[in-house]
């Protein structure tokens, strides 16, 4: 039986102010220091707008960085 072990989550999200507004956001990270033994292809991102209940609202082809609209 192979045990699965998990990434590490990302590490030093940023707000990238230059390109923030307030009909959009966007962040960047870096990965985390472990890969879980498996190469990191993209990421999911979710939002809970406030309400308790969280959202994807990307999770395909999503790389370090990511703009979110319609904040």
């Known amino acids: 039986m192979k045990l699965t072990v998990l990434p590490d989550p990302p590490i030093n999200l940023m707000r990238n102010n230059l390109l923030t507004s307030p009909s959009k ?7 985390g220091a472990s890969d879980g033994g498996y ?7 979710s939002t ?3 309400n308790g209940t969280w959202t994807i609202v990307a999770d395909k082809n999503v790389a ?8």
């Open 25 to 31: 956001i966007t962040f960047s990270w870096e990965q």
């Open 64 to 71: 370090k960085n990511f703009t979110l609209t319609s904040v």
């Open 39 to 45: 190469p990191i292809i993209d990421y999911q991102v």
């Open 48 to 50: 809970d707008y406030a």
